[in-house]
């Protein structure tokens, strides 16, 4: 049986900020792993493109609050910049 992912230890080279921002990516970055994973079975980050992080902004934060996609954006962006790719997301 193989672990699950780890996403704090992935997000970790990218983290900065006070702890409570860290934690909030964190949760943030497991629910996006868990919503693409229900949705296309794709469990880590590194299976994921750009379509799964749009469809996830796009469609699972339609009725969030502008606040709450900017913060989620953010976490977006991080992930992103953790896997090396250029990707340019707008809300």
Known sequence: ???PFDIELFLSAVLTGSHATRQRHVR???IIQAE???RWQRQTPWAWHKKHMDWF???RLRRR?????Y?????VRLLACR?????VFNL
């Open 1 to 3: 049986m193989s672990k």
């Open 28 to 30: 943030q970055a497991k």
């Open 36 to 38: 693409i994973a229900d």
């Open 57 to 59: 902004l796009e469609h």
């Open 65 to 69: 609050s502008e606040a709450t996609q």
């Open 71 to 75: 913060y989620y954006l953010l976490t």
């Open 83 to 87: 896997l090396q790719k250029t990707w």
